[in-house]
């Protein structure tokens, strides 16, 4: 018949009959289609069925007059004897709606298998600025969903098609290399603002970004009391970040000071959804996925140097719990270092923004590596400050790939070793010493460096993956 057909010519299909009635349909179906026929035994107590029953069919056509009436009758009599032949039997008296949803498509595998990973994660391995952002956005095109966390206090810069640049400071980096679906997790902090900013840049569509509901909004109250506080105190970016994950703590509840949620903001309603269903989505469809870290491991709230730090772990695991993936889904680890990490300017007081490395200077580095001064500008992409450089801090390095626990390293700003790695397009014509430390690196760190950046150009990466 047609639904036979259709079901050979389909094989992938889902089909739900509802509903059986005597066992011999049910071992018609288990005849034909074998192991792909689930059947769920519904069932309730007397009391709930006779409510239920009147509530659906009372004085509809072709009905019994009540649900006694239905049970004296020999084939409905029988379904409840198809409990001892069911796959799971399933109360719906002591269940919700969902719950018997859940179960079912549990019992279906339409969640997919928990333990296939798909998820790749992309972190700083010092204090920010590692370039991430064009790492990503090189990576991007081979992923299916591209996941941010974090707020508007970290600037991605990337290289766009038409060669232009763009800060990245809530949308994924890749979002304009790439058609992928677009992902900001719950524990993000948003900037109504810059994100709809980015959104209509990239004329983003409802169908491809994804806002989890619980997703934090930030105030002009949360950016007033950084400017005011934190920015000359440890060089805070001021972007209300902090402040507004702070307030989501502090305020539950409370309303004298409402917390302002994805889900109750009107520029996100169209938007809204939660990342857990998404994902459920994705991995369902075995669909491969970029988490996208920001900030570095230097900075995290834990780990970092408190209090020059930032208000979020910016760790693997940190991201993470930000984005709502299980670790058990990860299966590469990428983490990016410069040649010379940086951090953020000291404050305007003159307060240090940190311990780091040795300082040295951009004419030291340009005397070394033979670049231009006018190639060594080192301004921070959300603040526009002057950066303050340091010599690699290998302490650091075996700390981040202690929290991290990489599977792969991508390392940046190789032109600043020296300006000929800039025409280098394969590893082996990297200068001599350009591959002894990166040799270096992979013993420290105990993975690959298999992304080496050799300036600030998308196509300007030297890809060793061998996945």
Known sequence: NDFERFIFATPDANVVVDSVRTEEQVEHFRRIYRHR?????????????????????????????????????????????????????????KCTDRDVFERAASLLGLYGNSHERLVDVLVGGQYGSEGKGNVAAYIAPEYDYLVRVGGPNAGHKVKTPDGGEFVFRQLPSGTGSCNAKLVIGPGAVVNPTILMKEIGRFKIGVDRLFIDPQAMVISRTDKRFEKNSLKGDISSTASGAGKAAARRIMHRGSAAHPVVLARDHDDFKSYVKPA????????????????????????????????????????????????????????????????????????????TSGPMSPDVSREEISKRSGLPMSELSEITSVTNGKRRIGEFDWHLLRKSTALNSPTDVALTFADYLSAENQKARRFEQLTKKTIEFIEEVERFAKAPVSLISTRFHMRSIIDRRSW
């Open 276 to 351: 857990l269903e998404v994902f459920d989505d994705a991995f369902r469809s075995h669909s491969k996925v970029l988490l996208e870290g920001t900030q570095g491991t230097g900075l995290s709230l834990y780990h970092g140097y408190y209090p020059h730090v930032t208000s979020r772990d910016t760790t693997v695991s940190g991201c993470l719990a930000e984005a709502g993936i299980s670790a058990a889904r990860v299966r590469k680890i990428v983490m990016v270092c410069r040649t010379y990490p940086i951090r953020v300017p000291n404050s305007e007081s003159g307060n």
């Open 37 to 93: 026929v689930i059947h769920i035994h519904l069932t309730a107590h007397t009391d709930v069925l006779t409510v239920r029953y009147e509530e659906k069919f009372s004085g509809m056509a072709g009905e019994f007059s009540c649900y006694a009436d239905a049970q004296r009758n020999r084939t409905e009599k029988r379904v409840i004897s198809l409990s001892k032949i069911s796959d799971i039997e399933v109360d719906t008296d």
